[in-house]
């Protein structure tokens, strides 16, 4: 779309087999240091192929990227879905050298602050009111804070994922058990799995504040069951919270709220908000966000100025651009390259779900899909592509071209991998 990655964006010295020598001697380091290797528990090597993938990258131009031994790769982890832009676009460059010269967190209120709110406000549906934060749990458990002050009401009922903090990851090590009786996590992934969530909101309304949904990634949620889920939350004085982490500025640019033509009460924003920089958002009507105003809701680094001078730059080129028809036309003919290389090579390889957001399957038990999926992004690495077990990130710095090169990497992947890519 707007800008490319430079030289023909694609990738020219290929791993093959590696050697990872560089990201080994660094993943050994890291093991002394960094307590789960990583920071972010997604981009831990093992859920991509150990030994057969990078495990570091060093840099990136477009939706290229370099790993720490040197070669490259047409990326579509996409920093787990903030490079929206890709790297080094020469807007969000600019937003950041002008701050070089003036600071990145002041002591007071900067303009900046209620420049990225108005724009936000501008160009988002139903976002009267924005708070910004740095994180996506920031805004989910912001979200959560005001509808339980809202509603008068403790419970919550999550879809998906939609943070690590204690009231959505009630069930895990560290977390006392009393606040597992305050939230529970339903699915979506089956179709009859909604009515079941319906009938949650309907019968447990009076105790429940609020539904904070992440939709599925691995099917197309219906409008029809969005408007009753948006019905059954009014009528029952829930609060309906839609998580668009990662659908938002990607499905379209309020995620599921544009995409479906369905209001959520809150809304949570972060990832390609700032298409590559910490920072996120809750946005909701006046009515809901003045209430903000006194809960104990506040983080040092809100204001910081890098991310809401590139957030202001990145929303001008979501703006000004074809950026989301850009995604949803290129994701469209990944989806019909490889569906069609897969069919053609017997593999029951398939991407399903938003076009924008392709997500890569090969099985619904997800144990069978991760054994046939492992050795495909080894393969496919070996090719100059990294991709993620399921869902994956287009960005406006893809190209057409990339997107040809990597159906071309799918089917001679498949084929290496003959039986072993089948049932
Ligand atoms: C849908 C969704 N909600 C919330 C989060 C949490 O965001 P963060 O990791 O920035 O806290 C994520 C992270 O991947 C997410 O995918």
């Not at 989910?140 to 419970?155: E, G, M, N, P």
């Not at 004085?237 to 995620?255: C, N, Y």
């Not at 076009?355 to 080894?378: G, N, T, V, W, Y």
């Not at 070996?382 to 057409?400: E, K, M, P, Y």
Request: hydrophobic fraction near 45%.
């Amino acid at each position: 779309m707007t800008h490319s990655s430079g030289d023909n964006g694609l990738p020219k010295r290929l791993a093959g087999s590696g050697p990872f020598e560089r990201s080994q001697a660094l993943f050994e380091r890291a093991r002394r240091v960094v307590p789960g290797v990583t920071q972010s528990m997604m981009k831990r090597p093992e859920h991509f192929a150990p030994g057969r993938f990078p495990i570091y990258l060093s840099g990136g131009r477009g939706a290229l990227v370099r790993c720490a031994d040197g070669f490259d790769y047409i990326d579509y982890v996409s920093g787990l879905g903030t490079n929206s832009l890709g790297h080094q676009h020469p807007a969000l460059l600019a937003a950041v050298r002008s701050l070089l010269e003036t600071g990145f967190n002041h002591s007071l209120p900067h303009e900046l602050e209620l420049t990225a709110a108005e724009k936000l406000s501008d160009l988002l549906r139903n976002a009267e009111m924005v708070r910004f934060f740095k994180t996506g749990a920031d805004a989910t458990s912001a979200a959560v804070r005001l509808a339980r002050a809202i509603t008068a009401k403790d419970h919550v009922v999550a879809v998906g994922y939609n943070g690590w903090h204690d009231h959505f990851m009630f069930d895990t090590p560290g977390v006392p058990k009393a606040l597992a009786a305050l939230s529970e996590r339903r699915p979506l992934f089956v179709p009859s799995d909604e009515a079941a969530l319906l009938e949650r909101v309907n019968d447990g309304g009076a105790e429940i504040a609020a539904v904070v949904l992440a939709v599925p990634y691995n099917r197309v949620l219906s409008r029809e069951f969005l408007l009753d889920l948006r019905a059954v939350c009014s009528q029952r004085g829930v609060l309906l919270i839609f998580d668009e982490i990662v659908t938002g500025f990607r499905i379209a640019l309020a995620g599921v709220q544009d995409y479906y033509g369905v209001e959520a009460d809150l809304a949570c924003y972060s990832k390609a908000l700032a298409a590559g920089m910490p920072l996120s958002a809750v946005t909701g009507p006046r009515k809901y966000l003045e209430v903000m105003e006194r809960l104990q809701v506040s983080t040092t680094f809100g204001g910081e100025l890098l991310s809401l001078a590139v957030c202001v730059a990145a929303l001008e080129v979501y703006r000004s651009t074809d950026y989301v028809s850009h995604l949803a036309t290129l994701g469209r003919c990944l989806r019909e390259g490889v569906n069609r290389v897969a069919t053609e090579t017997g593999s029951p390889l398939r991407i399903i779900g938003y076009d924008a957001i392709p997500f890569f399957s090969f099985d619904p038990d997800r144990s069978r899909h991760e054994a046939l999926m492992a050795p495909f992004q080894a393969e496919m690495a070996a090719r100059g592509v990294i991709l993620r077990r399921d869902v994956n990130f287009l960005s406006g710095a893809h190209t057409l071209a990339q997107v040809d090169f990597t159906v071309t990497a799918t089917a001679d992947s498949l084929r290496a991998l003959g039986q072993a890519a089948s049932h």
